[in-house]
């Protein structure tokens, strides 16, 4: 969108969380096996998957919270995945934002919601003096006015979507490059996951920091992002710009998704939605091939045998299935 | 560090405590004890509490054994507070002493001293005891003749010997097998008034100079003749300078508000001091076990990994050291005092399961997503510990120390029973023991043992009743239940 | 089509510590049979209470009940719970929570699940009921053996199935559906839906589908009862309410759902919903409503806008 400049490059990154038995490994899960972005300066890039996909686990790895098995994630030129930790923790931790699923979990019961804010700054050592009115400059450009009402108010006295506005605040208040926003609204109500985004996204044009949103609704992302990158049992399986891969889906994996979304519309209760066969794969052994070739209605030979890369498509479209090799 | 937060939110919940009536009473007791604490401290500081109560010599001139004097507001009966004592050095009162020496050819050659004291003694009930020194200062030997002169005219002799210089001292108390000589003489003279030959075997002798002669002829039970007597001392010494005086203790049967025990010692003292030990004892146990255990469970669930397989086994080896034998076996290699006794037990308490419960809500609690959006901004593994892990166990510790108090306090007092004590100091448990080793139940000493055990009763529900009511507002999902 | 659940007037009143929650006021509709009423609204609105009210799934504190609920033609309001227990529950309507997904018993097998309602209630024997069991989940799509299986070994979706069979086995003719699918990929929740809407066919059911969210609401609803507040604000059939919403907080609920197809913008509202211990005088809507006018004070009229349909709205009065 603003900036052209890649701001956080993954090159074929995968994360395996070894299975311990007796001392050995006795196999990996490959949550995250083999997957590549990019997302520019000031640009939302969407995540979108079922559970179990990876999503989550790219999204923890990126934040350098847990290590790579193998590949890299380039953040400003820098790989994070060599850095050693009190570099992440000192420098890094200040680059990233994070703003988690569940409001109520994400806040320490215990603390006021100034002391919330707060702390990046006083761990990153941020004078006192400048701290108190970036509480309150945060407070209220995330619409939680006026800050006096919220200052030394504890997490549970405030609703879900005032709580995840405080989250956002949290991860802007060192002005980070980069927000990765995991499910930010998906416990939220309708009405309101709407206002929070709305307002996510006129903070992420002010601060022009980028967003990586992590999110398992299609609908949303449309709206929220620029670009989306659809998962699958830990790969990404099509790529694009928002509106364009959700108008026009590609990949037999994205099309059944948005297929099985609906609108609503009093038409809905007389149709029977297609839906994909099965379950995903296991991640401790996935299927050779192309791992959607046990559900994928349009299977051919050649899927079940050869693995393929993402294929890049014209207009900025990616997609990793042989119907378009 | 200031742990964030926490003050502003304890003093809205502290101001809800006091709508819970268990709470009220809880502090009431404990106001009791702190009272009492404030009280023992200023009257006895700690150091002179300790050497007066562990020197028997200072309480020589306590009645044995005496009940709490208040009991006899229920029995209407009246008995002898404290000891009646009469010292010749000191009071000159219904005292008259006589001294005469006698010359032989213009020459001084012996002195006879006489000595008498009276006492009026009108309580319903016979004395413990009778104690009576006689002073003798004399380079020669000294004749003493010491008569004891009832209200009804009656007039005993009850000393009739020689003595050299020193002190003559008679306590008269009941000696299985053993008659006085003025018992028998004693006697006689009943025979002689009455006619009748009363059987006085296995009697304290104290009750003999003190019962209705005329009752006892008749009935062949005692009761106290009330009424003034007459203690006399003669005494003829060939030295012209020897000096003769006379102390009498009659040894009443109540003191103070909690009685004496076998050394005559105000259990007061040591029930008002126990209080304050008890306290620091008990919450200086719980808090410290509970501090270290948390922040042991907490490192140890932070860190997992070589740390944890590290502290889980040690803990383990704690879990299955048999407390009791062990601490018993180290008490009589080393033989510590109360306060060593404290950090041995701290240290037996802090591991063990307790480890075990706390490291599991760190588990948990290590999975929170604010413990990971902490780490996410760059918080040290010391800071998410220290600020966000402790901090959500606080209101679940709060209670479990306040409840867990008295059980160290009881600890303290059951290991006393078993002789595991500081010889010194002065604990409930320490009274306790000493009350059972000196058969306080058997003998009918009840006070000796229910005071003690009265006071530990109370501190327990005292301090259960706070922790109770703590657990309820810290924890409020218990309020639904 | 017959009448198999008439609500008039339902009131659920709570007394908590801080005051009387006010948590369903007014309810008012019908469900005919083979009909879905979806009910929605943001959560805390009162639609699980309503729910709830309806099977007698409530708490203890409950401070008042009132007004009228006639299932399949008989008033329960005023029956005892035992009575209920023995009439109504089961028999006539069934319950699946939202919670239910986690409330199997790991331990206990799929099939002992199923048999206990008919064992326990209707006094089935005990091969005749797992025949029962055998039909019922093959008709909600699970290979029969699985009866035999524990639920630590099924999938999410399959466990919902189990749920839903286990709503079914007694043949109720009203099967209130809360949340059944807010905990599954969107992949299962189509699959679920599909099968919901085949069963309803099949075995003449109502439902009464109770959701937060709006999308997935139209693919079962007949009819929608939007709640706010503890207050069903508009009333009426799928057809009208999707896409032509007549009350403010439907139109601002319509709009913030972010739609695949098409272009249209998503809007909010803005505000939070009200407390219910102490809800805004007159229309609950008030603070948040931008057609807000000095009536909306008053208490708002209930208006009638066609057979069974109503809008509880100042704007549409004396039309």
């Known amino acids: ?325 | ?481 | 089509m017959s009448e198999v659940l008439k609500v008039s007037d339902l009131k659920l009143y709570y007394s908590t510590m801080s005051g009387v929650v006010k948590a369903v006021e007014g309810a008012t509709f019908t469900l005919n049979e083979e009909e879905t009423i979806a009910l929605i609204g943001e959560s805390g609105c009162g639609k699980t209470s309503l729910a709830r009210a309806l099977i007698r799934f409530l708490p203890r504190n409950v401070a008042e009940l009132s007004g009228s609920v006639v299932i399949d033609g008989i008033e329960t309001i005023n029956m005892s719970d035992a009575e209920f227990d023995e009439k109504i529950r089961w028999r006539k309507i069934t319950y699946v929570s939202q919670a239910a997904i986690n409330s199997l018993n790991p331990v206990i097998k799929v099939v002992d699940h199923l048999i206990e309602p008919l064992v326990i209630h209707f006094k089935t024997p005990k091969k005749d009921a797992v025949a029962k069991a055998a039909e019922i989940i093959k008709r909600v799509g699970i290979p029969e053996d699985f009866l035999w299986r524990y639920p630590f070994e099924l999938s999410g979706g399959m466990k919902q199935r189990v749920v839903i069979a286990l709503s079914l086995i007694t043949n109720p003719r009203v099967v209130i559906l809360d949340e059944p699918t807010s905990a599954l990929d969107v992949m299962t929740q189509a699959n679920i839906l599909n099968m919901l809407k085949e069963l309803k066919d099949e075995s003449k059911l109502s439902y009464i589908f109770i959701t937060h969210d709006i999308a997935v609401s139209s693919e079962l609803a007949d009819k929608v009862a939007v709640m706010y507040a503890g207050w069903i604000v508009e009333l009426g059939p799928a057809e009208k309410v999707y896409v032509d919403p007549m009350h403010p907080y439907s139109k601002g609920l319509l709009g913030s759902v972010p739609r695949l197809k098409g272009n249209t913008p998503v809007t909010f509202i803005p505000g939070t919903p009200p407390s219910l211990i102490n809800p805004p005088k007159g229309c609950r809507f008030r603070p948040r409503c931008k057609y807000a006018m000095p009536m909306c004070e008053q208490e708002p009229p209930v208006v009638k806008t066609g057979q069974g349909e109503y809008v509880r709205c100042w704007l549409y009065a004396g039309k």
């Open chain 1, 1 to 325: 969108m603003s900036g052209q400049q890649d701001l956080l490059v993954v090159k074929d990154l995968r994360v395996w969380h070894p299975i311990r038995k007796f001392l050995t490994v006795a196999g990996y899960v490959r949550a995250v096996d083999g997957v590549s972005l990019s997302v520019k300066q000031g640009e939302i890039v969407a995540i979108v998957g079922e559970s179990g996909c990876g999503k989550t686990t790219l999204a923890r790895a990126i934040m350098g919270l847990i290590p790579a098995y193998s590949g890299s994630i380039f953040f400003e030129g820098v790989d994070i995945t060599k850095l050693p930790k009190p570099t992440i923790r000192r420098w890094y931790s200040a680059q990233v934002g994070l703003v988690q699923q569940d409001p109520y979990g994400a806040m320490p019961p215990f603390m006021t919601i100034k002391k919330i804010i707060e702390e990046p700054m006083i761990i990153h050592k941020v004078p006192k003096e400048e701290r108190e009115g970036r509480v309150r400059q945060l407070l209220e450009e995330t619409g939680l006015t006026p800050p006096e009402d919220f200052l030394h108010k504890y997490p549970h006295m405030l609703s879900g979507g005032q709580l995840q506005r405080v989250a956002i605040a949290r991860a802007l208040a060192l002005k980070p490059k980069l927000i990765v926003a995991d499910e930010p609204v998906s416990m939220l109500d309708a009405s309101v996951r709407i206002e929070v985004l709305m307002m996510f996204r006129g903070l992420q044009e002010k601060y022009k920091t980028s967003v990586l949103y992590i999110t398992h609704d299609f609908a949303t992302a449309k709206y929220f992002s620029d670009r989306i990158f659809v998962m699958y049992a830990g790969q990404i399986v099509e790529a694009g710009p928002s509106r364009d891969l959700i108008n026009k889906p590609k990949h037999p994996y994205t099309e059944a998704l948005i297929n099985v979304l609906p609108d609503p519309d009093p038409g809905n209760r007389f149709t029977v939605k297609k839906i994909l066969p099965g379950e995903p794969p296991n991640l401790i052994r996935p299927p050779p091939g192309c791992r959607l070739h046990p559900r994928c209605p349009y299977a051919m030979e050649k899927c079940r045998r050869e693995e393929l890369p993402l294929i890049e498509l014209s207009d900025g479209r990616q997609v990793r299935c042989w119907l378009y090799a």
């Open chain 2, 1 to 481: 560090m200031k742990v964030a937060g926490i003050p502003n939110r304890l003093k809205a919940q502290l101001k809800r405590l006091v709508h819970y009536k268990s709470f009220v009473a809880g502090m009431v007791i404990l106001t009791f004890f702190v009272g009492l604490s404030i009280y023992a401290m200023v009257t006895w500081p700690y150091s002179e509490a300790v050497a007066k109560w562990n020197n028997p010599a200072v309480w020589l001139d306590y009645p044995k054994h005496a009940k709490p004097s208040w009991i006899t507001l229920f029995t209407g009966v009246r008995e002898l507070e404290g000891s009646l004592i009469i010292d010749t050095r000191l009071e000159a009162k219904n005292v008259v002493k006589l001294r005469q020496v006698l010359e032989r050819f213009g020459k001084p050659f012996a002195t006879i001293e006489r000595i008498s004291i009276g006492f009026t003694y009108d309580y319903d009930a016979f004395p413990a005891r009778l104690v009576y020194v006689v002073p003798v200062n004399t380079t020669d030997r000294v004749f003493v003749n010491m008569t004891w002169r009832k209200p009804s005219g009656i007039e005993i002799i009850i000393e009739k010997n020689f003595f050299t210089s020193g002190e003559l001292i008679r306590s008269l108390e009941p000696k299985p097998g053993e008659v006085p000589e003025f018992a028998l003489r004693y006697v006689e003279i009943v025979e002689k008034v009455y006619g009748v030959r009363v059987n006085i075997s296995n009697l304290n002798p104290t009750y003999l100079l003190f019962c209705d002669d005329e009752y006892l002829a008749k009935t062949g039970a005692l009761r106290v003749l009330k009424g003034s007597y007459q203690v006399g001392v003669e005494t003829f010494s060939s030295d012209i300078n020897s000096t003769v005086d006379l102390r009498l203790v009659i040894q009443g049967t109540i003191y103070g508000l909690a009685g004496t025990d076998f050394l005559g010692r105000d259990l007061f003292m040591a029930l008002a001091w126990g209080a304050p030990i008890a306290m620091a004892f008990g919450l200086t146990a719980s808090l410290l076990s509970a501090l270290l255990q948390i922040a042991i469970a907490a490192i140890s669930a932070w860190f997992s990994g070589v740390v944890d397989v590290v502290v889980q086994r040690i803990n383990e080896i704690f879990m299955v050291l048999p407390f009791l034998p062990t601490i018993v076996m180290l008490w009589m290699f080393y033989g510590f005092d109360l306060w060593t006794l404290l950090w041995v037990i701290i240290l037996f308490n802090t591991w063990g399961s307790g480890i075990k419960t706390s490291r599991a809500m760190f588990l948990q609690i290590k999975e929170m997503p604010y413990i990971e959006a902490a780490k996410a901004y760059g918080s040290s593994n010391f800071r998410i510990v220290m600020l966000y892990m402790i901090p959500r166990v606080i209101p679940v510790i709060i209670p479990n120390i306040v409840t867990a108090i008295p059980s160290f306090v009881f600890l303290e007092a059951a290991l006393a029973m078993l002789g595991i004590a500081d010889p010194r100091t002065i604990t409930w448990g320490k009274v306790l023991q000493e009350a059972y080793t000196h058969g306080a139940l058997l003998q009918g000493y009840y006070h000796w043992i229910l005071a003690p055990s009265i006071m530990l009763f109370l501190m327990g529900i005292g301090f259960a009743m706070i922790g109770f009511t703590l657990d309820r507002v810290f924890n409020p999902r218990l309020r639904e239940i």
